[in-house]
């Protein structure tokens, strides 16, 4: 009797379709959609009013948890991407509104200084072999301590405002700030994040970049024999997690005309538990952009479901809680089938 070599056997479609890393968080989206349209007591979560609402909340998150993600399938975290946040807009603020500069060339100074952040960040990790957790925490705090100091000592507040004063504003807002599809009121930042999950999508599976960033987050030393650049791709991933916190600060800022020195602390557990949600694992090699996607939306339908069933918003943080807890374990199941490891 001949047996089939078990590398070359057919897997099938509903196989295939258990071992992708952003099942588990399609599942939980859909029962988590429907279960909030029961409990809806305003008759709108099911409908576009509801949708663009939780879009809403769910785009700004998307955005960082896709290069989070990314981040983590390489094997690596990144705790300043919150505090990022806040620092890019008061930076931009105080650009424009201290140093007279114009809205375009903030935003560009912006972005350079987010990724000046990032590379740092990267560089400090890969050369002093600490762990990015410690890296980017220490980060954290050098930030927010920036962030409060830097932001009282030139304005004597801990907020910066008034930037739509500055030459650019409403060409700037209409690319980044604005809504579409009237009446419901959809976030440009919706189109973005779409935008982001696709690109993400693609160079995770379709270029070379995307090898690296598995094969790294796999096992580093076996990439780096195989001619992998391990030290240029986590760099590289650290300074895109600053980036796109940069541009969701650039977008709140010209969003709210202003930026208080505490936004977006604490949004970093948020974005990780995005990203875990979708089917990252904490130790790295699995995960998708895709997946972190989905992640950012149920986490968008849990903040505004829980408000339109009528709920105490505190239990936000239990319901989430719960959500990583069950996301871990199906993680687990679907890593070890997507690995071929016995159930």
């Known amino acids: 009797m001949t047996t089939t070599d078990e590398r070359v056997q057919r897997v099938g479609f509903l196989t295939k379709l258990g071992r992708r890393p952003e099942i588990g968080a399609l599942v939980g989206a859909l029962v988590i959609?429907?279960?909030f349209a029961g409990f809806d007591t305003t008759g709108k979560f099911a409908g576009m009013n509801g949708l663009a609402r939780w879009t809403d909340v769910?785009?700004?998150?998307?955005?960082?948890?896709?290069?989070?993600?990314?981040?983590?399938?390489?094997?690596?975290?990144?705790?300043?991407?919150?505090?990022?946040?806040?620092?890019?807009?008061?930076?931009?603020?105080?650009?424009?509104?201290?140093w007279g500069f114009g809205i375009w060339p903030s935003i560009a100074i912006t972005m350079v200084a987010a990724l000046a952040v990032g590379a740092m960040n990267g560089w400090l990790v890969v050369?002093?072999?600490?762990?990015?957790?410690?890296?980017?925490?220490?980060?954290?705090f050098a930030l927010r301590g920036i962030?409060?100091?830097?932001?009282?000592?030139?304005?004597?507040?801990?907020?910066?405002?008034?930037?739509?004063?500055?030459?650019?504003?409403?060409?700037?807002?209409?690319?980044?700030?604005?809504?579409?599809?009237?009446?419901y009121g959809f976030r440009i930042s919706v189109i973005w994040w779409i935008f982001f999950t696709l690109f993400a999508t693609w160079v995770l599976t379709r270029t070379k970049y995307g090898n690296w960033i598995y094969a790294v987050g796999g096992d580093k030393n076996a990439a780096r024999n195989t001619g992998v650049p391990v030290k240029f791709t986590k760099i590289t991933l650290f300074m895109t997690t600053s980036a796109a916190s940069a541009l969701v600060g650039i977008m709140t800022l010209l969003r709210l005309r202003s930026m208080q020195a505490g936004q977006g602390v604490g949004q970093e557990f948020t974005f990780i538990i995005a990203a875990v949600v979708g089917g990252c694992l904490l130790t790295g090699g699995f995960g998708s952009a895709i997946g972190a996607s989905i992640g950012a939306a149920i986490i968008g339908m849990a903040f505004i479901g829980i408000?339109?069933?009528?709920?105490?918003?505190?239990?936000?943080?239990?319901?989430?809680?719960?959500?990583?807890?069950?996301a871990v374990m199906v993680n687990s199941v679907i890593s070890k089938r997507a690995t071929g490891a016995k159930k």
Do not use: C
């Open 58 to 98: 769910a785009s700004t998150i998307g955005i960082v948890s896709i290069a989070v993600a990314l981040l983590m399938i390489a094997g690596e975290f990144d705790l300043s991407a919150g505090v990022m946040i806040g620092t890019s807009g008061l930076f931009m603020g105080l650009l424009i509104t201290e």
């Open 33 to 35: 959609f429907f279960g």
């Open 307 to 326: 408000a339109y069933a009528g709920w105490n918003t505190d239990w936000t943080w239990l319901f989430l809680g719960l959500i990583l807890f069950a």
């Open 127 to 140: 050369t002093t072999g600490l762990p990015s957790f410690i890296v980017t925490l220490a980060t954290f």
């Open 147 to 183: 962030n409060l100091g830097v932001t009282k000592a030139l304005t004597d507040t801990v907020r910066v405002a008034g930037i739509d004063v500055g030459e650019g504003y409403e060409s700037a807002a209409k690319i980044l700030a604005t809504d579409f599809w009237q009446p």
